[in-house]
């Protein structure tokens, strides 16, 4: 892969380098990756009510491990958002929490394979490409930390199709051994759960903005597995949903949300954030005090520790 561009890209690179050193050099018993790496994967964690979502769920109790009462610093800037991104990716591999979601806003540029962008929302929606982008960054930023730890071969990361799959391939290079697929098409007659457990043979698998029909097939993949390999589900849109979905719901609740930023609000143009170990914070958009013109910050109006239901965050920014 071509060196990421830039602070933000600086900061990637370094990040791969101190999950390799923290990872490999922690003392007493292996770390849940090399543990992964060698065969022996934990079983998923049993049904446990946890703070961080909307429903129970089948996941490890991280949140709670939080009194999450401390003032939270919200990634106005994209540096802040990579360096907790990189953070939250380090802490769900290394506390054996074996299944995840990660949302980012659509298109948005972490610094990857282009300039970073900004946080904040665009006057125009994202085009296809740039969606395709964003859903490749981020998957990018977890193939580059398993390369760091020299472990990238217990990693697959799925696509949604095969034209997406090969446009990582051609994007990012030489991955050290990261497994790139696509999804199965569900409406063919060889897109059936099982064929994703046949393409993918690694321990860790990455699913990339899947479709619902492939969300369904990658649900009945881990029902048939027991949890026995570790899901992680990026850019899924598992929630903040308007209208109830009984499958994403599902999945969200049986999921740990690892790391979420969203814009919401009437104009779009406010944020939901919720990382691991801090509440879910729903805060508004204001100009910077003492900036300059056109500088912001995010101001907390509400917190939480379960996850918000969408009308909870429009009434919380509606006050």
């Not at 490409?129 to 020299?150: C, I, P, V």
């Not at 007659?189 to 029909?213: C, M, N």
């Not at 308007?242 to 969200?252: G, M």
Request: hydrophobic share 40%; aromatic share 6%.
């Amino acid at each position: 892969m071509a060196p990421p561009r830039g602070r933000a890209g600086a900061l990637w690179r370094a990040a791969a380098m101190l999950l390799g050193f923290a990872l490999t050099y922690s003392p007493g018993r292996p770390p849940w990756l090399l543990a992964a790496c060698s065969g022996r994967l934990p079983a998923a964690g049993r049904r446990v009510a946890v703070p961080g979502s909307r429903l129970t769920r089948t996941a490890a109790p991280w949140d709670a491990l939080f009194g999450n009462r401390e003032p939270v610093e919200l990634p106005s800037t994209m540096e802040k958002l990579n360096e907790e991104l990189q953070s939250s990716m380090m802490t769900s591999v290394e506390k054996a929490l074996p299944r995840i979601d990660m949302e980012l806003p659509p298109g948005l540029r972490i610094g990857i394979e282009t300039q970073p962008g900004k946080v904040a929302p665009r006057r125009e929606a994202p085009t296809l490409a740039e969606r395709m982008r964003g859903d490749r960054e981020l998957a990018a930023g977890f193939a580059m930390l398993f390369a760091g730890l020299k472990n990238s071969k217990s990693l697959c990361v799925a696509f949604r199709n095969p034209k997406l799959a090969n446009l990582a391939k051609r994007n990012w290079g030489d991955m050290g051994g990261v497994r790139i697929i696509s999804l199965p098409n569900p409406k063919q007659a060889f897109g059936e759960a099982r064929s994703i457990q046949d393409r993918a043979r690694r321990p860790f698998l990455i699913a990339v903005a899947p479709s619902r029909e492939q969300l369904l097939k990658l649900r009945e993949l881990d029902e048939e597995r027991g949890g026995k390999f570790c899901l992680i589900l990026l850019n899924a849109g598992l929630r903040g949903l308007a209208e109830p979905d009984e499958l994403r719901d599902e999945l969200a609740a049986a999921s740990n949300p690892a790391f979420h930023v969203r814009f919401a609000g009437p104009k779009g143009q406010d944020l939901v954030y919720h990382r691991l170990g801090l509440p879910w914070v729903v805060a508004r958009r204001k100009a910077a005090e003492g900036g300059d013109a056109g500088e912001f910050e995010f101001e907390e109006v509400s917190r939480s520790d379960n996850e918000p239901s969408y009308q909870e965050v429009e009434a919380a920014l509606a006050r």
